[in-house]
């Protein structure tokens, strides 16, 4: 029995008909989701919804009680199987033989084996190497901004947000300029597999669309094995973490194909969806546009206005689990082998947590109490990484642009069909150079 359930918020008329018909796979629900999310809360916060096959974890406490038990629900057993008509079977299969390799999930897995992989994986992101970076995407971010300053227009997402991260992860990654429109295709393929809104014959698609990408990152790391350069696939490719018997272990060929992929397309497509969620919120939102020109120059308050963005506007919406064993969550006792998503879009917007969650405050007392990163041993790795370049982002176009305004109806924004990300397809606006 759910001993909160009491204590929950009446459900008006408006709410109990979202609980029966809607879904999270509806387009209209993706590009408006806080209703929903509200109705799941107050009244089934573990919500089956029977379009997706999974259910729905949506309150803050209960996203972190399963972050925290990682050997109840495993984020690898979430994706086995769970193809349209054996897709993802098929899927995989087509990556081993297309692709040159069918690597796991290797930050998937509850630990011992992903504390394995975290501890070689970090030595990608340390904070002096993070730290480095900052006045070479400071370059990036201002040469493209500069590029349409004097247009007076453009689209936030294709001209800038994509263009900023992609090209910041091939630097750092060590892979080849001008390959912006292949490696954006590559990641939006990826980003579907995991979108939970593909038929089987897209996702055999795109599985053909990742072996191209798996090909190319395979030639570039047997590269590296030989030839070492300063980039993060020579430090995957090489790298080794003392065990306490004094031994080294490396990873596994498949295992850092796995982390190399999971680097480019994290390292870009989440990201950008954030900076683009940062236009869009610049353009719509004048008190927000108003409070970045306010705190620009005041580095404390730049990062918290970050924090506040990432829990504002989450760019990753949801990502999976599957229970390992009958657990209950929200009151429902849920089997052994449930899909579930922890939808942590719902858990930043619930006001119990975060009072008025609608509201853009940086001064909120618990602002590090957000999910948008994820929790627990599968925290995302690259964190501080995707903090810097959206701040980064934020700090250079608030220098060089004002008046920031959306330049179609806000009704007509289009999102990407998928429950993993809330990511603006296009985002045309208007501005004018800042003097």
Same mark, same amino acid.
């Given at each position: 029995m759910d001993t909160q359930a009491a204590d929950r918020p009446q459900l008006t008329d408006a709410e109990r008909?979202? =609980?029966?018909?809607?879904?999270? !796979?509806?387009?209209?629900?993706? %590009?408006?989701?806080? %209703? #929903? #999310?509200?109705?799941? /809360?107050?009244?089934?916060?573990?919500?089956?919804? %029977?379009? =997706?096959?999974?259910? =729905?974890?949506?309150r803050h406490e209960d996203i972190l009680a399963v972050q925290a038990d990682p050997l109840s629900s495993g984020a690898h057993r979430a994706r086995r199987g769970r193809g349209a008509g054996g897709g993802r079977a098929a899927s995989r299969a087509s990556r081993g033989e297309r692709g040159g390799a069918s690597p796991p999930d290797a930050l998937g897995p509850a630990p011992p084996y992903h504390t394995r992989i975290r501890k070689l994986m970090e030595n990608a992101f340390t904070a002096h190497r993070v730290k480095e970076l900052e006045p070479r995407i400071a370059a990036v971010v201002a040469d493209l901004v500069e590029s349409v300053a004097d247009k007076g227009a453009c689209d936030a997402v294709t001209d800038i947000a994509i263009p900023i991260t992609i090209r910041?992860?091939? *630097?750092?990654?060590? =892979?080849?300029?001008?390959? *912006?429109? &292949?490696?954006?295709?590559?990641?939006?393929?990826v980003t579907a597999q995991i979108g939970a809104m593909q038929s089987r014959d897209t996702m055999i698609a795109n599985a053909h669309v990742i072996c191209e990408l798996q090909q190319y990152l395979i030639a570039k790391m047997k590269e590296r094995e030989d030839n070492p350069r300063e980039d993060m696939i020579s430090d995957i490719v090489h790298a080794k973490v003392k065990k306490a018997d004094g031994t080294e272990e490396t990873l596994t060929f498949e295992e850092a194909v796995s982390l190399v992929r999971a680097l480019l397309i994290a390292g870009n497509d989440t990201t950008a969806t954030a900076i683009g969620n940062l236009f869009f919120l610049l353009a719509t939102r004048s008190e927000v546009a108003q409070l970045l020109e306010e705190v620009v120059d005041d580095d404390r308050r730049m990062n918290r206005f970050v924090e506040e963005l990432l829990r504002n506007e989450p760019p990753v919406r949801a990502l999976s689990r599957a229970t390992t064993k009958e657990t209950v969550l929200g009151g429902t006792t849920l089997p052994a082998g449930a899909h579930l998503l922890l939808v942590y879009g719902s858990a930043n917007d619930q006001a119990e947590v975060f009072p008025e969650p609608r509201k853009f405050d940086i001064e909120r007392p618990n602002l590090g109490r957000h999910v948008a990163f994820g929790g627990g041993v599968h925290r995302c790795v690259g964190l501080a990484l995707a903090r810097m370049e959206v701040k980064v982002a934020a700090r250079e176009? !608030? /220098? /060089?642009?004002?008046?920031?305004?959306? %330049?179609?109806?806000? *009704?007509?924004? &289009? #999102?990407?069909?998928?429950?993993?990300?809330?990511?603006? *397809?296009?985002?045309?606006?208007t501005f004018k150079r800042r003097a």
């Amino acid at each position: 029995m759910d001993t909160q359930a009491a204590d929950r918020p009446q459900l008006t008329d408006a709410e109990r008909d979202l =609980l029966e018909t809607g879904t999270l !796979a509806d387009p209209g629900v993706q %590009a408006q989701p806080h %209703a #929903y #999310y509200r109705a799941m /809360r107050h009244g089934d916060p573990a919500h089956f919804d %029977a379009k =997706l096959g999974s259910w =729905l974890v949506t309150r803050h406490e209960d996203i972190l009680a399963v972050q925290a038990d990682p050997l109840s629900s495993g984020a690898h057993r979430a994706r086995r199987g769970r193809g349209a008509g054996g897709g993802r079977a098929a899927s995989r299969a087509s990556r081993g033989e297309r692709g040159g390799a069918s690597p796991p999930d290797a930050l998937g897995p509850a630990p011992p084996y992903h504390t394995r992989i975290r501890k070689l994986m970090e030595n990608a992101f340390t904070a002096h190497r993070v730290k480095e970076l900052e006045p070479r995407i400071a370059a990036v971010v201002a040469d493209l901004v500069e590029s349409v300053a004097d247009k007076g227009a453009c689209d936030a997402v294709t001209d800038i947000a994509i263009p900023i991260t992609i090209r910041i992860i091939v *630097e750092q990654l060590g =892979l080849d300029h001008g390959m *912006e429109d &292949q490696i954006s295709n590559w990641s939006k393929a990826v980003t579907a597999q995991i979108g939970a809104m593909q038929s089987r014959d897209t996702m055999i698609a795109n599985a053909h669309v990742i072996c191209e990408l798996q090909q190319y990152l395979i030639a570039k790391m047997k590269e590296r094995e030989d030839n070492p350069r300063e980039d993060m696939i020579s430090d995957i490719v090489h790298a080794k973490v003392k065990k306490a018997d004094g031994t080294e272990e490396t990873l596994t060929f498949e295992e850092a194909v796995s982390l190399v992929r999971a680097l480019l397309i994290a390292g870009n497509d989440t990201t950008a969806t954030a900076i683009g969620n940062l236009f869009f919120l610049l353009a719509t939102r004048s008190e927000v546009a108003q409070l970045l020109e306010e705190v620009v120059d005041d580095d404390r308050r730049m990062n918290r206005f970050v924090e506040e963005l990432l829990r504002n506007e989450p760019p990753v919406r949801a990502l999976s689990r599957a229970t390992t064993k009958e657990t209950v969550l929200g009151g429902t006792t849920l089997p052994a082998g449930a899909h579930l998503l922890l939808v942590y879009g719902s858990a930043n917007d619930q006001a119990e947590v975060f009072p008025e969650p609608r509201k853009f405050d940086i001064e909120r007392p618990n602002l590090g109490r957000h999910v948008a990163f994820g929790g627990g041993v599968h925290r995302c790795v690259g964190l501080a990484l995707a903090r810097m370049e959206v701040k980064v982002a934020a700090r250079e176009v !608030a /220098r /060089r642009l004002k008046d920031i305004k959306l %330049a179609i109806p806000v *009704e007509d924004v &289009q #999102y990407l069909p998928t429950v993993a990300t809330r990511t603006i *397809e296009s985002l045309p606006i208007t501005f004018k150079r800042r003097a």
